[in-house]
């Protein structure tokens, strides 16, 4: 089994994700590669992708949606999932009116992805320009990275065994 972990990232946090992910993959028995979107020139040879985006002003990256859309009928006749990267800040005071991108993600469940999921972001370590800059340093440090590398990875476990790895062993 070949899997894809395609990856729409600004920054780097949602590659490193994807980078977690095809490593999980690779854990358990399956051949996974991380790859940016825009180094993807098409699908053959791969068994199953997992298509994931950063998400920024409730909008998925256009290098990802313009992925979902160049590949739809090769994804729709394969096993496929997507993840959204994006939250950050502090947990107590999310906005419960964050919302994914719905017609991005509607596109990916019409083509058959199997599952999706938003993962906690982070910031830039190194902001550019005065806006960015001002949103890192308003943030508390401990906020700044909310990605969950336990609940990715064990997300990462469950797409493996759908895809008929082993379970890991307790």
Known sequence: MNVLVA???????????????????????LTAESASVDDVA??????????????????????????????????????????????????????????????????AEKLGARDHVVFGGSMPKEPRGRAQKSMVEGTPPEYRDRRDWGRIRGWAADVAEALGAPPAAP
């Open 7 to 29: 990856h729409a990232s600004k920054h780097g946090s949602t590659a490193e994700i994807a980078d977690a992910i095809a490593a999980e993959l690779r854990e358990r028995g």
């Open 42 to 107: 098409g699908l053959d040879g791969y068994d199953a992708v997992i298509l994931g985006s950063a998400v920024y002003m409730k909008r998925w990256r256009g290098d990802g949606r313009r992925f979902l859309r160049k590949h739809g009928k090769q994804l729709a006749a394969m096993p496929f999932w997507v993840f959204s990267s994006g939250p950050v800040g502090d947990p107590a005071k999310d906005n419960p009116s964050w919302q994914e991108p719905k017609r991005t993600i509607a596109r």
